[in-house]
């Protein structure tokens, strides 16, 4: 089994373990950090007019990493993942807005709003922990939106679990054999299963609204 961190600073891998449902075995403590306060090398910026990420990202002295929200498009891993624990912490620096985590981000089709095939774990702010098939992506449980909607949905399970804006969030996500389990400050929101793609890209999507992001840390078992 490997192990991945990714984090926003150089000092101290926290080593994560899968939730008991998804994973038996303790991993390895091997650790590789892919965002190193500010090194953005592990990623790319997907938008249409090829904005360099540099000038949407930005570096704090504590480790964090401040997000433009603008132009419309998302950040994106260069490698692929399949079976994972992906913990992200972020806050809203300004007026609260609209966001969320991708995974298993396909190449491909593509929406009517340039979000990929993949699935769409909620940031929106009083909406956080909604999960959204992006693009024609599937999994076995019923959405809470009609047939034919928009915007598919399937809805949390729990009362909303985020924190005054301002406050930082946390949001943790398994990945293990096609099912994706999605917590927001340690409640549980989601649970889908029979994912269509079941592996893919990370990352996160600029809908407008700056935010900050901190502690993103990836472990990964093959």
């Known amino acids: 089994m490997q192990t991945l961190s990714v984090q926003f600073s150089r000092a101290g891998v926290l080593a994560m373990f899968f939730l008991a449902s998804a994973c038996s075995a303790a991993?390895?403590?091997?650790?590789?950090?892919?965002?190193?306060?500010?090194?953005?090398?592990?990623?790319?910026?997907?938008?249409?007019?090829?904005?360099?990420?540099?000038?949407v990202c930005h570096a704090h002295s504590d480790g964090s990493l401040a997000l433009d929200g603008k132009p419309i498009g998302y950040l994106q891993t260069v490698a692929t993942y399949e079976n994972y624990h992906l913990h992200v912490e972020w806050?809203?620096?300004?007026?609260?807005?609209?966001?969320?985590?991708?995974?298993h981000i396909a190449s491909g089709a593509i929406d009517r709003n340039l979000w990929p095939l993949c699935f769409q774990i909620q940031m929106k702010h009083t909406r956080a922990g909604d999960l959204l098939p992006?693009?024609?992506?599937k999994f076995a449980e019923k959405l809470s939106t009609p047939p034919g909607a928009?915007?598919?949905?399937?809805?949390?399970?729990?009362?909303?679990?985020?924190?005054?804006?301002?406050?930082w969030n946390s949001c943790d996500i398994v990945c293990h054999d096609g099912t994706i389990e999605a917590t927001i400050n340690g409640v549980l929101q989601n649970r889908v299963t029979n994912c269509a793609p079941s592996s893919g890209h990370l990352g996160f999507q600029f809908e407008g609204s700056p935010y900050e992001l901190r502690n993103v840390r990836l472990e990964t078992s093959d």
């Open 27 to 55: 991993p390895a403590a091997n650790h590789t950090v892919l965002f190193d306060a500010g090194d953005l090398a592990a990623w790319e910026f997907v938008t249409p007019d090829k904005t360099p990420i540099k000038t």
């Open 91 to 103: 806050r809203w620096t300004g007026q609260p807005g609209n966001s969320g985590v991708l995974v």
């Open 134 to 137: 992006m693009a024609g992506a």
């Open 150 to 167: 928009k915007t598919p949905q399937r809805d949390r399970t729990s009362a909303s679990s985020e924190k005054p804006v301002g406050d």
